[in-house]
């Protein structure tokens, strides 16, 4: 597509309840990023994808978080058993290579998870 | 990891008037990127610029790789310049994750 797309838009949960987040990357971009940015909050990573592996997980806050990438394209993340303090919007970035480095990403326009 | 400080936290101007925003990162980079995040959440890529100097318009950047330092200057502002805007950087042999400063809120005021 011609941007970054994700989706739901929103989502109200309850708490305890698993969610999952979708993100459709730029065509042809071979890195993706999903970072967590909660309300007036800067932008807090979570993890990176080149391709289909994920060689940075760092950032993922419990083992209630995981995310994956199918055929080098869109990749979901799931959040199990949620919390009040998973509320937050999910961010989703792509971008290209440009030789050993990161290119300029291009930011989805988020996932608003709210849980009750 | 990389620590990465934006300054000023805030910025209030009038329409026209000029601001430098300024970042300083705690170790070397590979990668360093600019984005403006409007009033309604969505970020924007302003400039990819791991070293040197970089024009688009009335906005432009400088970062000083050696002395671990960043600027943007945007001239001549307008109501739609405001918002929120981020330093994010590669740390030099680190992985490729950016990591983001907390931001500087700039309100534009006709």
């Known amino acids: 597509g011609a941007g970054v797309s994700q989706s739901p838009s929103n989502k109200v949960t309850e708490k305890g309840k698993d969610v999952e987040l979708r993100c459709d990357p730029i065509?042809?971009?071979?890195?993706l990023y999903w970072y967590r940015q909660s309300l007036g909050q800067g932008l807090e990573f979570l993890i990176y994808?080149?391709?289909?592996?994920?060689?940075?997980k760092s950032g993922l806050p419990s083992d209630r978080f995981s995310a994956e990438r199918t055929g080098g394209s869109v990749s979901t993340l799931t959040i199990q058993r949620t919390q009040q303090e998973d509320s937050a919007v999910y961010l989703c970035?792509?971008?290209?290579?440009?030789?050993?480095?990161?290119?300029?990403?291009?930011f989805g326009e988020g996932s608003r998870l709210t849980v009750l | 990891g990389i620590q990465v400080e934006q300054s000023p936290p805030d910025l209030i101007l009038q329409e026209g008037a000029n601001s430098t925003l300024r970042c300083n990162f705690s170790?070397?980079?590979?990668?360093l990127q600019w984005f403006h995040q409007n009033p309604w959440g969505q970020l924007i890529n302003l400039f990819y610029?791991?070293?040197g100097t970089k024009q688009n318009g009335r906005l432009s950047a400088t970062t000083v790789a050696t002395e671990r330092y960043s600027l943007l200057y945007i001239s001549s502002s307008q109501t739609t310049d405001s918002g929120v805007y981020f330093c994010?950087?590669?740390?030099?042999?680190?992985?490729?994750?950016?990591?983001f400063g907390k931001g500087m809120k700039l309100t534009v005021n006709p």
């Open positions: 170790d070397s980079v590979n990668n």
């Open positions: 994010a950087v590669g740390a030099q042999g680190g992985s490729e994750k950016l990591v």
């Open positions: 970035a792509s971008s290209s290579r440009d030789g050993a480095n990161t290119g300029e990403l291009f």
């Open positions: 610029i791991p070293s």
């Open positions: 994808f080149q391709g289909n592996s994920a060689p940075d």
């Open positions: 065509s042809g971009h071979t890195a």
